[in-house]
């Protein structure tokens, strides 16, 4: 299954990012914890001209524990700083002011040496659809000042957004890349719904989740539907199998496959199969 999308907007908003990254001192990527390595956008290290970065591990609450520290760990030995949050409950967002002046302590000292201590440090915040890029920010401002939503590809147009704490945040649209080379990022992604889901086949799609969590965490599979799960089942049987157990069957009693795939990816994006990562963390 190979994953392109790349409509319009994306371009513009690549253009808007290139265009805008010498306005600010530092960018603030955020990044899905479940998919840590296939939410970030390959792209972003060349468009923001190695500018200081605080990556955003969001939606720590529905990661497995032990990859999220794995991944922090990792971030940080790459030379970024790392804040682990979730947007849903506002944990972990409280430290974001302090975690942006640590990154900066020499862009402050500058200032404070050339008699502007109270010039505002300015952060360009980025991620791709749907990793709570907007949420975030409206949690460290204090209000709704970003549109946020479950679907991708809301926010369009770049916005100046106060933080307090003499910081500023440009808000920008999410950013996808032309192709997903690895086969595995374009599935995680359709997973987590970064990508439309009207662009992938619903039951290939719940079949290859099937697998994912057969190999990775297949409690997952039994706990919340109740089948049996073993190491050399193929992903349509036990979509099927979830789709027999759940009642959902269409005339002649055959399982409806693209409800069941629908309803697992919904489980999986709320919370409901667990605490799962699906990218696996790089030995550091």
Same mark, same amino acid.
């Given at each position: 299954?190979?994953?392109?999308?790349? /409509?319009?907007?994306? #371009?513009?908003?690549? $253009?808007?990012?290139?265009?805008?990254?010498?306005?600010?001192?530092?960018?603030?990527?955020?990044? +899905?914890?479940?998919?840590?390595?296939?939410?970030?956008?390959?792209?972003?290290?060349?468009?923001?001209?190695?500018?200081?970065?605080?990556?955003?591990?969001?939606?720590? +609450?529905?990661?497995? /524990? &032990?990859?999220?520290?794995?991944?922090?760990? &990792?971030?940080?030995?790459?030379? &970024?700083?790392?804040?682990?949050?979730?947007?849903?409950?506002?944990?972990?967002?409280? #430290?974001?002011?302090?975690?942006?002046?640590?990154?900066?302590?020499? !862009?402050?000292?500058?200032?404070?040496?050339?008699?502007?201590?109270?010039?505002?440090?300015?952060?360009?915040?980025?991620?791709?659809?749907?990793?709570?890029?907007?949420?975030?920010?409206? $949690?460290?401002?204090?209000?709704?000042?970003?549109?946020?939503?479950?679907?991708?590809?809301?926010?369009?147009? !770049?916005?100046?957004?106060?933080?307090?704490?003499?910081? @500023?945040?440009?808000?920008?649209?999410?950013?996808?890349? /032309?192709?997903?080379?690895?086969?595995?990022?374009?599935?995680?992604?359709?997973?987590?719904? #970064?990508?439309? +889901?009207?662009?992938?086949? %619903?039951?290939?799609?719940?079949?290859?989740?099937?697998?994912?969590?057969?190999?990775?965490?297949?409690? #997952?599979?039994?706990? $919340?539907?109740?089948?049996?799960?073993?190491?050399?089942?193929?992903?349509? @049987?036990?979509?099927?199998?979830?789709?027999? $157990?759940?009642?959902?069957?269409?005339?002649?009693?055959?399982? +409806?496959?693209?409800?069941? %795939?629908?309803?697992?990816?919904?489980?999986?994006?709320?919370? !409901?199969?667990?605490?799962?990562?699906?990218?696996?963390? /790089?030995?550091?």
């Amino acid at each position: 299954m190979t994953v392109q999308w790349f /409509p319009g907007h994306m #371009a513009r908003a690549r $253009r808007m990012v290139s265009e805008n990254v010498k306005l600010v001192d530092a960018v603030c990527e955020v990044v +899905d914890a479940r998919v840590p390595r296939s939410s970030r956008n390959p792209e972003v290290e060349e468009l923001t001209a190695g500018k200081p970065r605080l990556i955003i591990l969001n939606r720590v +609450d529905q990661a497995d /524990p &032990a990859m999220t520290k794995r991944w922090s760990r &990792a971030f940080r030995e790459s030379g &970024a700083e790392v804040l682990e949050t979730d947007c849903r409950s506002g944990k972990g967002v409280g #430290a974001f002011s302090g975690a942006i002046r640590k990154l900066l302590q020499e !862009k402050l000292a500058a200032n404070a040496a050339r008699g502007q201590a109270g010039k505002p440090l300015r952060v360009m915040v980025l991620g791709i659809p749907n990793v709570g890029k907007s949420s975030f920010i409206n $949690r460290v401002a204090g209000r709704r000042a970003a549109e946020a939503s479950d679907r991708p590809g809301v926010t369009r147009g !770049k916005q100046w957004i106060s933080a307090g704490g003499g910081v @500023e945040l440009l808000d920008t649209p999410g950013l996808l890349w /032309p192709r997903f080379e690895d086969k595995s990022v374009g599935e995680n992604l359709a997973f987590t719904g #970064a990508v439309r +889901d009207e662009i992938l086949d %619903a039951e290939t799609l719940g079949a290859r989740l099937c697998e994912r969590l057969r190999d990775l965490y297949p409690q #997952a599979l039994t706990g $919340r539907y109740g089948i049996e799960v073993t190491p050399d089942r193929p992903g349509f @049987e036990l979509l099927e199998q979830c789709a027999r $157990r759940r009642g959902f069957l269409v005339s002649g009693g055959e399982p +409806d496959l693209e409800r069941m %795939a629908k309803v697992m990816l919904d489980e999986l994006r709320g919370g !409901k199969l667990g605490r799962v990562t699906l990218d696996g963390a /790089p030995e550091v």
